[in-house]
C-alpha cells in the first residue's frame, strides 16, 4: 500500500474522532435565527457589503462598541455567547482568531487535523468563520512550509464554503507584502482561498534599516506603499483587501534627544539590528492622561510626512521619552484610501485601546474614534433594538 493511501486512511479516522457520537451543543440565543450565519451580502445591494472588522480582547467592553459600525467582530482570547447572539441581533459577524505551529505547516496529516477542529470550534459555538493569525517568519528559499500554509488555508476555505457559503474565512498579511518581518507569504494563494486579507498597516518600524530613531507607528506614506504593493505588484484586486489601522501607539525611550528627534537604542529583530522592539505598546487611555495629567508632556506635534502625531515628556529623572501614537485626524486620513483605492473596508487592532469608563472623559474618547470610523450601513436583522437581548 502507497504511502499516500495509508495516509489518507489516517486522515479519515482521525477526523471521524471530531464529528462521530458528539452533538452540536445548543443554540445559546433566545432567537435560533441569531445562531445562522451571517448572509455575506448587504440589503438591498448584491454586492458583498464593506467592512469594519475589528478586534476584541475584552469580554466586557464590547457592550459600548458601536454597532451601526461594526460587521466583523473577531474575539481574541474568548468566547462570549452573549456578544455572538448580539453581534447577530445587530446584523454583524462574530468570528474566531486561530494560528498554527509552524513545524506544522509541513505536515498533510497536522494540518487536516488543525483544519478539521477549527471547523468544529466554529460549528459549535455558532461562529461565522475564522481569521488566521499567522505571522511566523517563512524564509525566501523555503517553499516547503510556504505552500503548507497556502494548502492549509485551501482546505479550511474549501471546508467551511461547502458547510455554508456564508462562512468567512480571512487571514492577517504584513503591511506590505515583500517579505515584511521575513514573512515570505504565497500571496496570490492566500487571497484565492479567503474572502480577504486583513493589512496589518501598523508596526511598519518592525525593521529599522537606516536611521535608528522613533517614528509613526502607521505612516501614511508607507502604508499606502504597501497597499499598492498587493494591488499592483501581485495584481490583486483592491476588493480583496481590508486596511487594518492601530488604535495604539508607540512609547520610546530616547538614548538621546536632538531636536525632535528621538535616537533608540538599538534592537535587532528578525536580522535587521534596529527595530520598535526598543519601545512598547501603548493604548489611547494611557496617550490620553499623558496629554492630559503629565506636566512635563510637550505640547503634541504633527509630522507631515507621515501625517501622524506624535509628542515628548521628560520622566522624573529627567530622561526623555517620545510617543508616536494615531488620532481620530490621522486615522480619517487612511480610513480615505477605501475610497481612494476602492478596498473592502478598514478595520483595528484592537477596539479594547479606549477608555471604556463611564467616564466624561472616556465617553469623550469613545464618541471620537468610534465617530471617525466610516459606517457601511450593515444589513440589519429584524431585531434592531439597541438591547442586549436574552440568550
Given amino acids: 500500500m502507497s504511502h499516500y493511501s ?23 440565543c433566545s432567537d435560533p435565527k441569531f445562531c445562522q450565519p451571517i448572509n455575506n451580502l448587504g440589503s438591498p445591494s448584491d454586492v458583498p457589503r464593506r467592512e469594519v472588522f475589528i478586534f476584541s ?6 457592550k459600548l462598541y458601536d454597532w451601526d ?34 513545524s506544522n505547516l509541513t505536515s498533510p496529516v497536522l494540518r487536516e487535523a488543525w483544519i478539521q477542529k477549527e471547523i468544529k470550534y466554529i460549528q459549535d459555538n455558532y461562529l461565522d468563520g475564522v481569521n488566521v493569525d499567522f505571522e511566523d517568519a517563512i524564509e525566501k528559499d523555503d517553499d516547503k512550509t510556504r505552500d ?22 480571512t487571514f492577517d498579511v504584513p503591511w506590505a507584502p515583500y517579505c515584511i518581518d521575513g514573512r515570505c507569504f504565497d500571496i496570490n494563494g492566500l487571497a484565492t482561498y479567503t474572502d480577504f486579507l486583513f493589512v496589518m498597516s501598523y508596526d511598519e518600524r518592525s525593521q529599522i534599516p537606516y536611521e535608528c530613531i522613533a517614528w509613526a507607528n502607521s505612516a501614511i506614506n508607507t502604508t499606502k506603499f504597501g497597499l499598492m504593493q498587493y494591488i499592483q505588484k501581485y495584481s490583486l484586486e483592491p476588493s480583496r483587501l481590508v486596511l487594518g489601522v492601530p488604535w495604539y501607539g508607540y512609547h520610546y525611550p530616547c538614548e538621546k534627544l536632538v531636536g525632535n528627534k528621538c535616537y533608540i537604542k538599538k534592537v535587532p529583530f528578525r536580522d535587521v539590528n534596529c527595530s520598535d522592539a526598543a519601545g512598547r505598546e501603548i493604548n489611547q ?59 473592502h473596508g ?46
Fill in 69 to 102: 459600525k461594526v460587521t466583523t467582530v473577531v474575539m481574541v482570547g474568548y468566547y462570549n455567547p452573549e456578544l455572538l447572539c448580539y453581534a447577530h441581533s445587530k446584523g454583524a459577524r462574530a468570528v474566531a482568531i486561530a494560528n498554527i505551529p509552524k
Fill in 6 to 28: 495509508i495516509m489518507n486512511i489516517f486522515l479519515m479516522v482521525f477526523v471521524g474522532c471530531f464529528t462521530m457520537g458528539e452533538a452540536r451543543p445548543p443554540c445559546p
Fill in 148 to 169: 503548507g500554509l497556502t494548502a492549509l488555508m485551501k482546505g479550511l476555505y474549501n471546508g467551511l464554503k461547502h458547510l455554508n457559503q456564508n462562512y468567512q474565512v
Fill in 346 to 391: 478598514v478595520g483595528m487592532w484592537n477596539a479594547d485601546a479606549l477608555d471604556y469608563s463611564l467616564t466624561p472623559v472616556g465617553e469623550k474618547q469613545r464618541k471620537e474614534m468610534w465617530g471617525a470610523l466610516p459606517n457601511y450601513s450593515p444589513r440589519k436583522q429584524e431585531n434592531d433594538s439597541n438591547d442586549i437581548p436574552d440568550i
Fill in 57 to 62: 480582547l475584552s469580554k466586557t467592553n464590547w
Fill in 285 to 343: 487611555d494611557t496617550i490620553r492622561d499623558f496629554l492630559l495629567y503629565n506636566t512635563t508632556t510637550k505640547t503634541p506635534l504633527w509630522d507631515d510626512i507621515a501625517k501622524s502625531p506624535y509628542f515628548t515628556y521628560h520622566a522624573t529623572d529627567g530622561s526623555p521619552y517620545q510617543i508616536w501614537y494615531d488620532n481620530p485626524r490621522s486615522l480619517t486620513l487612511k480610513y480615505d484610501f477605501v475610497d481612494q483605492l476602492g478596498l
